[in-house]
């Protein structure tokens, strides 16, 4: 059965860190990506990483805060955040991706195949 169980969230003062983290099982994704939702607004892109980690692409909005990487020895992805803000307040996502990328879509939700439940970062200023 593939799982992929997100944890590391919590409640943060606005400028502090995070790091999450994405344990998947049961498959190898090609590619694993970062997604984040808050309430009343669409699902939002952030990091994408693929099994090597030679290609990685992040949204505007976290590039330059937001560092993704993984450890294929433990089947895990990891999403650094820094300097966070109230903003970034949301419940985060990881997806894993069984294919590789072929169209370059990787900021799509659509193009990823499994979907932890996700995790809350809440941002108090």
């Known amino acids: 059965q593939v799982q992929l169980v997100e944890s590391g969230g919590g409640l943060v003062l606005a400028g502090g860190s995070l790091r999450l983290s994405c344990a998947a099982s049961?498959?190898?994704?090609?590619?694993m990506g970062w997604f984040r939702q808050a309430p009343g607004k669409e699902r939002q892109f952030l990091a994408t990483?693929?099994?090597?980690?030679?290609?990685?692409a992040y949204a505007d909005s976290v590039k330059g805060r937001f560092t993704v990487s993984r450890d294929n020895a433990e089947n895990t992805v990891y999403l650094q955040m820094n300097s966070l803000k109230p903003e970034d307040t949301a419940v985060y996502y990881c997806?894993?991706?069984?294919?590789?990328?072929?169209?370059?879509?990787?900021?799509?939700?659509?193009?990823?195949?499994?979907w932890g439940q996700g995790t809350q970062v809440t941002v108090s200023s």
């Open positions: 990483i693929t099994l090597n980690g030679d290609f990685t």
């Open positions: 049961g498959r190898t994704f090609n590619a």
């Open positions: 997806a894993g991706r069984l294919d590789p990328f072929s169209n370059g879509r990787y900021f799509h939700s659509s193009e990823y195949d499994y």
